[in-house]
C-alpha cells in the first residue's frame, strides 16, 4: 500500500505562488506515475499535471506555463509548483499514484490518493 499526503495549500492572491507537496510512504514510489489533480466546488475532479518515473511530464492546458509538476525519488516526493494563480484556481488538490510509465490523465486510472490540500486564490 502506498499512503500519499499533500501539504503546502493555503489562502494566496492572484498572481501569486504555491508548492504543493505530496509525500509518498508505505513503498517508494520511484516507479510510479504521478499524478496532481484538482476539483472545485460544484464541479468535477478534473487532471492537472502527471510526471512518469522517467521524468515525462504533462500538464493540462489551463495550466500549462504556471504549473510545473516535479519529484525527488530520494525523498519519496513530488510537487507542484503553481505560478501565475488565478482565480479559477480555487479547489482541493489531490496527488495520485499509479504503477508503471503509462501518462494516465483519468482518474480511473490511478491506485491512490492523498486526502487533499485547498488552494484558495483571491480576485
Known amino acids: 500500500q502506498v499512503q500519499l499526503v499533500e501539504s503546502g495549500g493555503g489562502l494566496v492572491q492572484a498572481g501569486g505562488s504555491l508548492r504543493l507537496s505530496c509525500a509518498a510512504s508505505?513503498?517508494?514510489?520511484?516507479?510510479?506515475?504521478m499524478g496532481w489533480f484538482r476539483q472545485a466546488p460544484g464541479k468535477e475532479r478534473e487532471f492537472v499535471a502527471i510526471i512518469n518515473w522517467s521524468g515525462s511530464t504533462y500538464y493540462a492546458d489551463s495550466v500549462k506555463g504556471r504549473f510545473t509538476i516535479s519529484r525527488d525519488n530520494a525523498k519519496n516526493t513530488v510537487y507542484l509548483q503553481m505560478n501565475s494563480l488565478k482565480p479559477e484556481d480555487t479547489a482541493v488538490y489531490y496527488c495520485?499514484?499509479?504503477?508503471?510509465?503509462?501518462?494516465?490523465?483519468?482518474?480511473?486510472?490511478?491506485?491512490?490518493w492523498g486526502q487533499g490540500t485547498q488552494v484558495t486564490v483571491s480576485s
Open positions: 495520485a499514484a499509479r504503477v508503471g510509465n503509462i501518462m494516465a490523465r483519468s482518474e480511473s486510472d490511478y491506485d491512490y
Open positions: 508505505g513503498r517508494t514510489v520511484s516507479r510510479y506515475t
